[in-house]
Structure formats: structure tokens, C-alpha cells
């Protein structure tokens, strides 16, 4: 009695695995290696936002770069690590703020990372109000968006 080809993959799966040594992957092992793909993601996508000087509009790329960042911060934050976690806040903030105002940038992409703007500034924002100083930290970056809206729109 002969085996199909697909039973002869079936045994030699089963007989891999059966010689293969159990492997154990800790949960912060797991953590880590989707927290370091989310940092590759987010600086790749950081770049190509940074870059793009292209007229068609993209707002898949800034919400997945929003919500990457924001993952990171609060991350962070459960950690207890608030200077990394303003850190991601204010790099997100900033790379939109910065293409915002790229010359090299197409209007119409320089608009639409303006309007993304709101959300790492009302997650900058959350953050200052637990902080110490933060009042101040709240009216600077208030001053920095008036600045912007002014200067862009």
C-alpha cells in the first residue's frame, strides 16, 4: 500500500516536527520583536511622509503612522517611561508639523498632514495636563499650532 504525494508531505511534517526542539518565546520576546517592527514601520513611513512630493493624497499612510506612534507612547506610558513616552508624541507632532511646512512638498499633501495635526497635538496635550509644568507645556504648544495655522493655511 503506497502513500499519495500529499500523505508522504503530511508524514514529513509530522516527523519534522517531532525531531524539532521545543522553542519558548517569552512574552517580552514577543513584545519586543513587534515593538521593533513597529519602530522599522513607523520610521520607514516617517520617511516616506517626510519625502513625498507626489499630488495624490495619501491618508492611509498618516493614519497608520498616527496610530503606530501613538501604540508606542502608550507603551511607554504602562511602562512608566513618560520622557520616551513624550518623545513618540512629539516626534509624531513634529514630522507632521515639519511637511506642513515643506516648499518641497505638493500643497495639497502640506494641507493634508496639517489636518492630521490635531491628533498627536490633543495626545500631546492629555499628556501635559499629568505633568508637572504642564500648564506651560500646554500654552507653548498652543502657540506653536496658532503659529502654524497662520503661517500654512
Known amino acids: 500500500m503506497s502513500l499519495s504525494a500529499q500523505d508522504n508531505n503530511v508524514v514529513a511534517l509530522h516527523s519534522f516536527r517531532k525531531f524539532a526542539p521545543p522553542t519558548r518565546v517569552s512574552r517580552q520576546q514577543l513584545f519586543q520583536s513587534g515593538q521593533d517592527h513597529a519602530i522599522r514601520r513607523l520610521e520607514m513611513l516617517e520617511s516616506r511622509i517626510q519625502r513625498y512630493g507626489g499630488d495624490i493624497l495619501h491618508p492611509e499612510w498618516i493614519d497608520e503612522y ?69 500648564k506651560l507645556k500646554i500654552r507653548l504648544l498652543f502657540k506653536d499650532l496658532s503659529m502654524i495655522t497662520r503661517y500654512v493655511v
Open 66 to 134: 498616527i496610530d503606530l506612534g501613538l501604540e508606542l507612547a502608550e507603551h511607554a506610558g504602562q511602562r512608566n517611561f513618560q520622557p520616551l513616552q513624550e518623545s513618540w508624541l512629539k516626534r509624531i507632532y513634529r514630522t507632521l508639523r515639519d511637511t506642513a511646512f515643506n516648499l518641497d512638498c505638493h500643497e495639497n499633501w502640506r494641507q493634508q498632514c496639517l489636518d492630521f495635526l490635531y491628533q498627536p497635538f490633543f495626545a500631546l496635550q492629555h499628556f501635559y495636563r499629568e505633568q508637572p509644568n504642564g
